[in-house]
């Protein structure tokens, strides 16, 4: 692994015309002229949300009265916390903002729901299954003769920092985690937690090159990281931790818990 070091890595953004309706099919088509063998692709969720069809009026949500209450204590649109309460899984935290695990399995601000890039009184909810939706994607381009790795991404805020980055939702083709117990550091002690999440990395990686705002580049092509290139397609749903090992959801569903006990 320490020979990974010389490795020559291109990204390459793509860009595309405004988007406001497309298929997987047509987006693999458009990236097909950008790839060879041995890449990852990393394309943003929007554009595989506006491909399924996840672009929804807020006219189309009807609050129940949970939402009204919510959206009243952390003033916002009692139409849009349905949206979020409907595509969530658990409501960890309901103020001062809403904090949940989504039905795909992440945990995140809002069900990762986006009112940013869309057109006004609309919003774009997350794919339903973005590891089938990569994995779907990854078929079409092996079908065109490319054998790529596929990751969708998100942004997300992390605890104790203040900032967004970019991180995988979903993932097909390639290792999520890279596993790194029992190997030998620099001083030659043996590693016994470390594992680095690969897919994670690459997602931050093409964030810094999509942008935030109107770059229009929804999709970056990593050349030279094809030793991550992988048959199997555990998909991001491997990474996320399990009931059991989840300290930080357990103690904050003690939280909750005490405050219904006051």
């Known amino acids: 692994m320490s020979l990974l ?4 890595v291109e990204v390459i953004p793509i860009k595309f015309p405004v988007v406001r309706e497309t298929k997987i099919d047509e987006i693999a088509k458009f990236l097909s002229n950008y790839i060879e063998n041995g890449d990852i692709v990393a394309v943003c969720s929007s554009l595989i949300s ?6 929804k009026k807020l006219d189309e949500f009807t609050p129940t009265k949970k939402a009204i209450e919510i959206a009243k204590k ?3 649109d009692a139409r ?13 935290i309901e103020y001062p903002f809403l904090l949940v695990k989504s039905k795909s399995g992440n945990i995140c601000v809002n069900a990762g729901i986006d009112r940013s890039n869309v057109e006004s009184g609309f ?4 794919p339903k299954d973005p590891d089938k939706s990569a994995e779907k994607l990854r078929r079409i381009f092996e079908k065109m003769g490319f054998k790529v790795g596929v990751v969708i991404t998100d942004t997300n805020g992390r ?4 900032g ?14 890279r596993n790194w117990i029992n190997s030998k550091d620099l001083f030659d002690n043996t590693l016994k937690k470390t594992q680095e999440c690969i897919v994670d990395e690459i997602a ?5 090159i999509m942008g935030e705002g109107g770059d229009s580049i929804p999709a970056v092509v990593f050349r030279g990281l094809d030793f991550v290139l992988s048959t199997r397609s555990e998909g991001v749903k491997s990474i996320y931790r399990n009931d059991g090992e989840d300290i930080i959801r357990r103690i904050i569903r003690e939280w909750r818990e005490s405050l219904l006990q006051e």
Do not use: Y
């Not at 939702?169 to 290792?175: D, H, K, N, T, Y």
């Not at 931050?204 to 810094?208: H, Q």
């Open 5 to 8: 070091i010389f490795v020559k």
């Open 50 to 55: 506006r491909a399924e069809g996840r672009v």
């Open 74 to 76: 952390i003033g916002e």
């Open 80 to 92: 849009f916390v349905q949206a979020v309460l409907d595509e969530s899984e658990e409501i960890l």
């Open 123 to 126: 919003i774009l909810l997350l």
């Open 159 to 162: 605890c104790f920092r203040k």
């Open 164 to 177: 967004v980055t970019g991180f995988a939702v979903g993932a097909s083709g390639l290792i999520t985690v």
């Open 204 to 208: 931050a990686f093409a964030n810094l």
